[in-house]
């Protein structure tokens, strides 16, 4: 049996501590507010935004997350949005910044990935590819991270599948050439992070931000706050 050497993170809720549903909301409201002097509805605008991420979770590989996105958005605005891409990316570059006021911030989370880095694992931060490159930055920059900490950060530009979609977590594995038992996920959602467990992957399910939709029975789940989660990786081998 291979030994572990690759450690895979989700960010949101995980190495960012967040209230989901506050963040969600602060996020849409400051998009719809953005977008009104330019003459876009805000409801119609984050109502189009919702099913253009739809899209991505439904996402079957044929094209990348960026451009399903963008295909459905434009086709529920009524017109071509692709246009505004540079506007979206300045929205997170600045007022994207209020919905911070949903997260937290854990010393845990820089000091868990990097103490992993060192040990020799390979660390990859899978968070959900539903956001752009700018988005994913800017929120690991809010948990004490940057992309420097991590061998790869899946985004919308370049991933085609999204959580709980297995083929997500495959086409990475396939992209260092290594096995579901080489591989350890953490992550707080039960649906899309302990999904790996059914594929031969390890996992360590954080429970500060716990989401568990289903309320599935978590028995037998490697489990604890991320600061436990630390304190796990100390113990785990120097590669």
């Not at 899209?55 to 044929?62: Q, W």
């Not at 540079?86 to 854990?106: C, D």
């Not at 992209?175 to 302990?194: I, S």
Request: negative net charge; contains cysteine.
């Amino acid at each position: 049996m291979k030994k572990i050497d690759t450690v895979l993170f989700d960010l949101d809720g995980s190495l960012l501590p967040m209230d989901q549903d506050m963040f969600v909301k602060l996020y849409m409201e400051a998009l719809g507010r953005t977008f009104a002097p330019d003459g876009f509805e805000p409801a119609k605008l984050t109502g189009s935004v919702w099913r253009g991420v739809e899209a991505m979770i439904k996402n079957d590989g044929s094209v990348n997350n960026r451009d399903r996105f963008w295909r459905v958005f434009s086709e529920s605005m009524d017109q071509d949005m692709e246009g505004q891409e540079p506007h979206f990316v300045r929205f997170y570059e600045n007022q994207f910044g209020e919905a911070k006021a949903a997260t937290g911030y854990s010393e845990f989370s820089a000091k868990a990935v990097r103490l992993l880095k060192e040990k020799g694992y390979t660390v990859i931060l899978a968070t959900n590819p539903v956001f752009p490159t700018v988005a994913t930055y800017r929120r690991m920059r809010w948990a004490g991270l940057s992309p420097e900490d991590f061998d790869l950060v899946t985004t919308y530009e370049e991933e085609r599948y999204c959580k709980p979609n297995l083929a997500y977590y495959r086409s990475i594995l396939e992209r260092f050439g290594k096995e579901p038992e080489q591989c350890l996920m953490v992550g707080n959602d039960v649906d899309e992070d302990m999904c790996v467990l059914s594929m031969g992957m390890s996992a360590y399910l954080l429970t500060d931000c716990l989401i568990n939709r289903k309320q599935k029975a978590l028995d037998g789940l490697r489990s604890g706050s991320l600061s436990g989660f630390y304190d796990y990786a100390k113990e785990m081998a120097v590669l």
